[in-house]
């Protein structure tokens, strides 16, 4: 290799990459109040599937109930299909692809992603915010991470801002 290379060094790392890629996805979700992003990778750095939250297939998002707050029956909580959730059931190869990847998220997953990440073999969970760390969602999908060894960690803010603007 050349002493005196000219390539760029402002690239952006593989993290950065696939994470910029679940930021991307997120904006996606007609979701008016959270909208997140996920894309499973394998362990060659190659992109298995991406999701983000929203309403099932075939379920108009134009009549769907966005509230967060209200009767359960008319609020998002029932009806959405999380990003994790969706990246794993986007994927079209073979379930055995997934075993040992690892999910880039922007939001840590709650019990119920934990639950389906651990069934598809995902085995690293690399996300962004953590804004609802204390609550018991997010606690439980912490034990069951811990008890499954799924590990989790939170990506290197300070690295370079993953912003992304259109």
């Known amino acids: 290799m050349k002493e005196n290379s000219t390539a760029r060094n402002d690239y952006l790392s593989w993290e950065e990459y696939f994470m910029a890629i679940a930021k991307l996805s997120a904006m996606r979700s007609k979701d008016?109040?959270?909208?997140?992003?996920?894309?499973?990778?394998?362990?060659?750095?190659?992109?298995?599937?991406?999701?983000?939250?929203?309403?099932?297939?075939?379920?108009?998002?134009?009549?769907?109930?966005?509230?967060?707050?209200?009767?359960?029956?008319?609020?998002?909580?029932?009806?959405?299909?999380?990003?994790?959730?969706?990246?794993?059931?986007?994927?079209?190869?073979?379930?055995?692809?997934?075993?040992?990847?690892?999910?880039?998220?922007d939001l840590f997953p709650c019990n119920e992603c934990a639950k389906e990440i651990i069934q598809a073999g995902i085995k690293e969970v690399i996300y962004m915010s953590d804004k609802y760390a204390k609550t018991k969602e997010t606690i439980a999908a912490k034990k069951l991470f811990d008890a499954c060894n799924v590990k989790y960690r939170k990506i290197d803010e300070n690295n370079k801002e993953i912003v992304i603007k259109m």
Request: with cysteine; proline share 5%.
């Open 32 to 105: 008016p109040n959270t909208q997140v992003g996920a894309c499973i990778i394998s362990n060659d750095n190659r992109i298995l599937s991406i999701g983000y939250n929203g309403t099932p297939n075939g379920f108009n998002d134009e009549e769907f109930p966005w509230n967060r707050d209200g009767d359960p029956l008319e609020t998002k909580y029932l009806y959405v299909v999380h990003a994790e959730r969706n990246a794993i059931l986007n994927y079209r190869g073979s379930r055995k692809d997934l075993e040992n990847s690892r999910i880039y998220v």
